[in-house]
């Protein structure tokens, strides 16, 4: 049951010859997410070989098969990690009872609202990176940005797929509008901020991998949590490949600090940049913009639709069948959240059904914690005298109870003024983004070459040779 058919049209592991409406449905929107892949895909790269892992299996081990293919020949499927026994809901009002294999009527339209959104980052992302491949640092690095494309385009089928098989005509029609919404696009954006920002040059695309997937790893988390049993079946198979992407930007991020660190003793300078490489402050910038727009996406701290999701058994907290300090209804639980009001902010106890979406963003604050101290000990291996930091959870939010407010990085309430001062001091500057630029205007293409601006990977893909020839260029 878990082994993925790959005789049809659409790979897939949910029998879908046997529901032949469904199949002629699905293969009817095919053609648009080609052409869509196609036209705001990764540009130039029709005809690359790419040595890329492709699901075989959703069972826990040897799920991937690894070989070259050219991307858009990539087969895209329908893949839902294997059905549990007897699984029943953990959380909510309908805590203990069986799981549902079909949408509930009173909660169809607030469920096809969370999938819409999940689905809606999935392309957004591919489109914000479509150009990185025409300066990549090495053919290492170039192969791992399509190995995050293609999946992402797979997730867009994981939540087209539930549109199509749960939702009937308005479900169709979401999935249509999964291709005409763009990044950036002007009359029709992507749902969220952060995935209608540019991805303009490869720190951007490790900041985005580490910060901005992560996001998506606690959204999908929490709905890996879901009642509505196919939800949670898709999400958990779209973790597995969400942990490569967010090892991307974790190990680039390592790689451009290493070699800056390296330059500066090398070279015994203060000033990196002089020697073509990314300086620690511009580093911290573009940290401190990429934290911030991915703390907006999980949404206002109060929330009644959160709220709501949770009662219903829609969307958990993060492993919610996993807590074990409270009676996962959280009808008298309280939660502290940080509040601000005049110039003042502190923490305050509310109802902890109110501020789900705190809870599941100081998860993620966590875990992004321990990348930074990660990269600190790097540094101080290195002599270096810095650190990095994440910014205080008020700094630069444009969602939520912050977004009226100046804060500084360490959290104290500015005057407008004082924000006009100082903010070139903390979010890249025009010049900022220039200067990463102008270290990135060709395509290093060798195998086993790196540019100047990051180290060379502590290890390789699949444990292949350093100068393993990832993309094949014809
Ligand atoms: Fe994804
Ligand atoms: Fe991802």
């Keep these: 049951m878990n082994e993925i058919n790959y005789q049809e049209k659409i790979p897939n592991n949910v029998n879908l010859a046997e529901n032949r409406r469904l199949q002629r449905a699905l293969e009817a929107w095919q053609p648009g997410f080609i052409n869509w892949w196609n ?7 029709r005809s690359l070989d790419v040595y890329l892992r492709t699901a075989i299996s959703a069972d826990a081990d040897g799920w991937a098969d690894f070989g070259y293919v050219k991307m858009p020949d990539y087969r895209w499927g329908i893949f839902l990690s294997p059905q549990e026994k007897d699984r029943t809901i953990s959380f909510g009002d309908h805590k203990g009872e069986p799981v549902w294999q079909d949408v509930p009527g009173e909660y169809r339209g607030l469920l096809r609202r969370l999938i819409v959104i999940q689905g809606d980052t999935e392309p957004a992302s ?15 690095d170039l192969r791992n940005l399509f190995q995050v494309n293609v999946e992402e ?5 994981a939540m087209v797929y539930l549109l199509h098989a749960h939702f009937g005509r308005e479900g169709r029609e979401e999935a249509e509008l999964m291709l005409e919404r763009h990044s950036g696009d002007r009359d029709k954006p992507r749902l969220l901020g952060a995935f209608n920002e540019a991805t303009p040059d490869w720190l951007a ?5 580490f910060f901005t997937d992560r996001d998506g790893k606690f959204q999908l988390g929490a709905l890996a949590e879901s009642a509505f049993d196919p939800l949670a079946r898709s ?66 701290e109060v929330s009644t639709n959160a709220a709501n999701a949770f ?27 940080l509040q601000v009001s005049g110039d003042v ?59 009226d407010y100046h804060i500084s990085p360490d959290g104290k309430i500015l ?58 260029f014809d």
């Design 153 to 157: 385009g797979r997730h867009l089928w």
């Design 205 to 209: 695309f490790y900041m985005f991998t």
């Design 311 to 337: 009662t219903a058994g829609l969307k958990g907290r993060f492993n919610e069948a996993k807590l074990t300090h409270d009676d996962h209804q959280l009808k008298d639980e309280a939660y502290s959240v």
């Design 415 to 472: 005057s407008d003024k004082e924000w006009e001062q100082q903010k070139d001091n903390w979010l890249p500057t025009e010049q900022d983004r220039k200067f990463v630029a102008s270290l990135m205007t060709k395509p290093v293409s060798q195998p086993g070459q790196y540019a100047n601006w990051i180290a060379p990977p502590t290890k390789s893909i699949n444990n292949l040779p350093a100068d393993f020839e990832y993309v094949r």
């Design 39 to 45: 036209e705001l895909g990764p540009i130039d790269s």
């Design 235 to 300: 999400c958990r198979f779209m973790l597995k490949e969400e942990a490569h992407h967010m090892f991307v930007g974790d190990s680039g991020i390592s790689r451009i600090v290493r070699r800056c660190c390296d330059v500066m003793r090398e070279n015994r300078t203060d000033n990196p940049r002089e020697y073509g490489v990314i300086d620690l402050t511009t580093i911290q910038k573009y940290l401190n913009f990429h934290y911030s727009v991915s703390l907006d996406l999980f949404g206002a």
């Design 126 to 140: 591919v489109e914000q990176q479509r150009i990185l491949g025409s300066t990549c640092p090495s053919l290492y």
């Design 345 to 403: 902010m502190r923490q305050t106890d509310v109802p902890a059904l109110t501020v789900l979406n705190e809870n599941l963003r100081n998860r993620y604050s966590g875990e992004c914690l321990n990348g930074v101290n990660r990269w600190n000990k790097l540094i101080q291996k290195c002599g270096c005298d810095f650190q990095l930091q994440l910014p205080h959870q008020a700094f630069n939010r444009k969602v939520g109870d912050f977004k």
